[in-house]
């Protein structure tokens, strides 16, 4: 089942879940957002005709990212914009997450592999984060 972090009414994640089973095509995330979330499952044969995307200036600001946990177990921590912690979930091989705004932090209970897809460019530590609280990074 889906499941969206909310803090206040502001949407701050969405956990697509690995065993998530829908028919056709769903988008989670509302049209406004930098980053889309979908979701597809259609019958071999099915055909998405030939297509491209065309230049189009967005303006991007807040960077969301999109994580895919590729193997193992890791504990995310939810924070507000304001810092304060909001609650916790466990992720597990094939759950998706995009991290739509406020903060995060995560904590690897298992050995673990994630694929993470954001905006770019990155343009440095300094510029793109601010980190808050305890880290071992």
Known sequence: MLKK???EDKLI???L???FYKEGV???TPKEFS???GYMNY???HRIEPHIHKLLIREIKYTQEAILVKSGKVKVDFYSESK???SSEVLVSGDV???ASGGHGFIFLEKSELIEIKQGPYISLKVDKEKFGKTDE
């Open 13 to 15: 994640a969405v956990i």
């Open 17 to 19: 879940p690995h065993d």
């Open 84 to 86: 304060q912690y909001i």
């Open 26 to 28: 769903e988008f989670f």
């Open 35 to 37: 980053q889309q979330l």
């Open 97 to 99: 997450l995009l991290l």
């Open 5 to 7: 972090i909310k803090f």
């Open 43 to 45: 019958p071999a044969g």
